[in-house]
C-alpha cells in the first residue's frame, strides 16, 4: 500500500485503511443482520461510488436479501432550481418491502433528503440508509442514517469505490485530499 497517490491533477494520502474499513463493514452488516432478522430487505445500491462497498457489505449480509443498482440521473427540467433528479433502474417492485438504501458518502445529505422523497410514494414498508462514509460537518438537512460505517472531517476523499472526476474508485484503502 502506498502512504499517497496521485488522482489527476490532485494528491491524497491514505486515511483509511483497508482493514480498518473491513472491520467497520463487517460491523455494519452485523447491525443490519440483527436489525432486520426474520426479514428480506431490498439493497438499492447508489452507483457509481458505492459498487465496491455494495459488494463487500452483501457479503457480509445473512439474511435472505435482494440487491438492486440504482443511479440518480441530473437533467435540466422546469423547475424552480433547473435541476430534476429521479432514480434510474429502479426495476423491483419495492411496495410493501424494507429497502436500505447503499450509499458511499453523505455530504450536504441533499441526495439522500430527495432520494427518500423519490422513493416513498413506491410504499415500501420501511426505508433505511446505509452509508460508508458521513461528514457530519457538512450536513444540510436534518437526515437519518441508521448504518455508517465512518464519520469523516470535511475533506474530500476518494478510493473505494470513490472518485476524483471519475478517477480514483479503484483503490482498496480510502484516501484524504492533501
Ligand atoms: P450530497 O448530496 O452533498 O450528500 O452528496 C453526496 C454525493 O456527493 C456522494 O454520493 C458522492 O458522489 C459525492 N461526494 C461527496 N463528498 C465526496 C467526497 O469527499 N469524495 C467523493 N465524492 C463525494
Ligand atoms: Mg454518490
Not at 436489525?35 to 457480509?60: C, H, M
Request: glycine share 6%; net charge negative.
Amino acid at each position: 500500500m502506498s502512504n499517497t497517490i496521485q488522482v489527476k491533477d490532485k494528491r491524497f494520502a491514505v486515511s483509511i485503511s483497508e482493514a480498518e474499513i473491513r472491520a467497520e463493514v463487517k460491523r455494519v452488516a452485523d447491525e443490519i443482520n440483527r436489525d432486520y432478522a426474520g426479514q428480506n430487505p431490498i439493497f438499492l445500491a447508489v452507483l457509481n461510488g458505492s459498487f465496491i462497498f455494495a459488494a463487500d457489505l452483501l457479503r457480509e449480509v445473512t439474511l435472505p436479501c435482494e440487491i438492486s443498482f440504482v443511479r440518480l440521473a441530473s437533467y435540466q427540467g422546469v423547475s424552480t432550481t433547473g435541476e430534476i433528479r429521479e432514480i434510474m433502474g429502479l426495476s423491483t417492485d419495492i411496495t410493501g418491502r424494507p429497502v436500505i438504501i447503499v450509499e458511499d458518502i453523505v455530504d450536504t445529505g441533499l441526495t439522500m433528503a430527495h432520494m427518500l422523497e423519490t422513493l416513498k410514494p413506491h410504499n415500501p414498508s420501511s426505508i433505511d440508509i446505509c452509508t460508508l462514509l458521513l461528514k457530519p460537518g457538512k450536513l444540510q438537512v436534518d437526515l437519518d442514517v441508521r448504518y455508517c460505517c465512518k464519520q469523516i472531517p470535511d475533506d474530500f476523499v476518494v478510493g473505494y469505490g470513490l472518485d476524483y472526476d471519475g478517477f480514483g474508485r479503484n483503490t482498496k484503502d480510502i484516501y484524504t485530499l492533501i
